[in-house]
């Protein structure tokens, strides 16, 4: 699992694919939980690399930076 997937509780809808210049762009839609809150999620990237696995790692990374910022209330969440 990677990206969103790494949430607690998360749904995720992958789609990715060589770009006309064979570079890997991934993209996700989805949700998951940090500290009992629900949040939905948008993410996309392409590493430098333009390989899969990089991109895969990059936004794994890019999610875990976005969920530690959730945690300590960075204000990411929307009033009801």
């Known amino acids: 699992r990677w990206g969103i997937g790494q949430l607690e509780e998360s749904h995720v809808k992958s789609g990715w694919g060589p770009d006309p210049d064979g570079a890997y762009t991934l993209r996700q839609l989805g ?6 809150q629900r949040y939905a999620i948008a993410v996309a990237g392409r590493s430098d690399s333009g390989g899969y696995p990089q991109a895969a790692v990059d936004l794994s990374d890019l999610v875990q ?16």
């Open 31 to 36: 949700d998951g939980t940090v500290d009992d």
């Open 65 to 80: 930076w976005w969920a530690g910022s959730a945690r300590k209330g960075a204000g990411l969440a929307c009033p009801r």
